[in-house]
């Protein structure tokens, strides 16, 4: 009895010895198989991709760079294949794609932490200086009353010219209160002028929100769309409520957007549970998505007027027309930043960054904002005087818009009694 149950042990070692060796060898044959079926395809794209484009005449003049080029000992290959790239990707004709190298890709990462002190001021490079993209609300370039379009010739007397976009913002910023005086090239001014700006380390609050002087109007800021922004901006709403308040002002301007999540929870506080508020289009139709309202509650049905300008990108420039082609709201209008795509991010072997544009976002209707005209309901631009005067006529205009809805009811109708009312 013994010996056969030491013969059964045996064989139960010996089949699970072999099982375990079966296991092991199918399971490193598929992975075997399975890797080289994926370098199979990555190279059968590459070969697609090859046989598409012809690229003997990049390698013709880098062959004639390389053999007749005076100055060629000057120039390291990785600079110069590090400005083909650059080259390449400027060729789409998109300025929200970007290829930067290690340095540059460097810089580019501290401007994503908010622990940073400067200006607060987006800038670009143009085809001589720096130009301003975006002002930040409540930031000291915007106190100092610095202006989209504005062109930086100088940053403390150093000329910006022959400067990249990275060492002109290095000599912008600098620690906290600091001064740093900026020479400006402005449209409408016939000679630069000097502005001195105090650097400071800044918090901006997601919403702020009041009762707007003089009016029985609720007035909310919304400065970025960020993680909590959805709870702030649900308490103000409930804290117009207690206050026993009908009409709402919204104030988009200055906001670049950020978190595309928060804009979808704000615009369901608006919007009918299920309908669509923004459509994200790619190449491949099957990644395409509909962000929709997750609307259970009550809806706000208040008269709304939004504020929108330059400065208004992405997710604000999508809470703002999905509310407008809805017809909750009157749209104010300073043309808006026009950033309607979605880019990713990717690493490179030279430890430089691909910023691509991968989709597109429409609008409930279907409108692309970077191609199709949408005709805003109520123009306002600010005029030389108003900057000068530090007048807001796009605030004092949707008070007045605001007014005759509240008279007229229909939203059309009170825009075209508006436009009636204040023919020039």
Avoid at 243 to 262: A, P, T, V
Avoid at 319 to 325: F, P
Avoid at 354 to 383: M, Q, R, S
């Amino acid at each position: 009895m013994k010996g056969i149950n030491k013969n059964v042990k045996n064989w139960i070692t010996i089949i699970i010895v072999l099982t375990s060796f079966l296991l092991w060898y199918l399971t490193n044959d598929y992975f075997k198989r399975f890797i080289s079926l994926s370098i199979t395809k990555q190279n059968t794209e590459i070969e697609n991709v090859n046989k598409d484009m012809d690229l003997s005449l990049i390698w013709e003049v880098y062959n004639k760079i390389q053999k007749e080029y005076f100055s060629i000992d000057g120039i390291k290959n990785e600079n110069l294949v590090s400005w083909m790239a650059k080259w390449l990707v400027e060729s789409l004709w998109d300025k929200h794609s970007e290829y930067m190298s290690k340095s540059e890709k460097q810089s580019f990462e501290e401007t994503l932490s908010w622990d940073f002190e400067w200006i607060w001021a987006v800038v670009e490079k143009n085809d001589l200086w720096v130009s301003v993209s975006m002002v930040i609300k409540d930031s000291p370039a915007k106190n100092s009353w610095i202006l989209v379009w504005d062109v930086i010739t100088l940053a403390d007397w150093v000329d910006l010219k022959d400067k990249n976009v990275y060492d002109a913002v290095k000599l912008i910023k600098w620690k906290a209160w600091t001064n740093v005086k900026l020479t400006i090239k402005r449209v409408w001014e016939p000679n630069v002028f000097v502005k001195e700006i105090t650097r400071k380390k800044i918090v901006i609050p997601s919403v702020q929100s009041k009762v707007l002087d003089w009016t029985n109007y609720w007035y909310i800021a919304l400065n970025l769309f960020w993680d909590n922004t959805f709870e702030e901006f649900k308490s103000s709403l409930n804290e117009m409520k207690t206050k026993k308040i009908d009409w709402l002002i919204i104030d988009l301007r200055d906001n670049w957007g950020w978190y595309l999540q928060s804009a979808v929870e704000i615009l369901s506080e608006f919007v009918e549970n299920w309908k669509i508020l923004v459509k994200t289009k790619y190449r491949n139709e099957i990644m395409d998505y509909a962000y929709r309202s997750t609307n259970e509650w009550e809806l706000f049905d208040k008269k709304i007027v939004v504020l929108v300008n330059w400065n208004s990108a992405s997710a604000s420039e999508i809470t703002s027309w999905a509310l407008r082609e809805y017809n909750k709201a009157i749209l104010i209008w300073e043309k808006t930043f026009w950033k309607w795509s979605v880019q990713e991010p990717f690493d490179l072997s030279d430890w430089g960054l691909l910023k691509l544009t991968i989709a597109k976002w429409f609008t409930p209707n279907g409108l692309n904002i970077d191609k199709d005209w949408i005709k805003p309901d109520v123009e306002v631009l600010f005029t030389k005087d108003d900057y000068e005067k530090h007048y807001d006529r796009q605030l004092e205009e949707a008070k007045k818009v605001l007014k005759d809805f509240i008279k007229y009811d229909a939203l059309q109708l009170s825009v075209d009694k508006y436009k009636e009312e204040n023919k020039e």
